[in-house]
Nanobody, 127 residues
């Protein structure tokens, strides 16, 4: 069983930057894809970004392409999400998740490819 702990959320004004991290323990972090999802108040959880076990495959939601960057450090069992040019619509609780396989499968709904979730970290962007 993997344990995932997010950190680094906070509050920022429109156009600002934040970085969130996800520390994993309890399973071989380097063997699995990882992902970021978010859930805004009153909305369903949505996919943000995913990265394969070795970083060779990366995908983003259209809403964050060009602004967010996902990365991982397998030596530190940690995944990151750098968020730049933040907008009020980026306000949400951000969750990290561990994949069911080493590389996500394109064309399959991202949320169905992840099984373990962290507790989330709040990101608030004010105008």
């Amino acid at each position: 069983q993997v344990q995932l702990v997010e950190s680094g959320g906070g509050s920022v004004r429109t156009g600002g930057s934040l970085s969130v991290s996800c520390a994993a323990s309890g399973r071989t972090f380097s063997s699995y894809a990882m992902g970021w999802f978010r859930q805004a108040p009153g909305k369903e959880r949505e996919f943000v970004a995913t990265i394969s076990w070795n970083g060779a495959y990366i995908d983003y939601a259209d809403s964050v392409k060009g602004r967010f960057t996902i990365a991982r450090d397998n030596a530190k069992n940690t995944m990151y999400l750098q968020m730049n040019a933040l907008k009020p619509e980026d306000t949400a609780v951000y969750y990290c998740a561990e994949g069911l396989s080493a590389t996500p499968v394109r064309g399959i709904p991202p949320e169905t490819q992840f099984a373990s979730w962290g507790q989330g970290t709040q990101v608030t962007v004010s105008s």
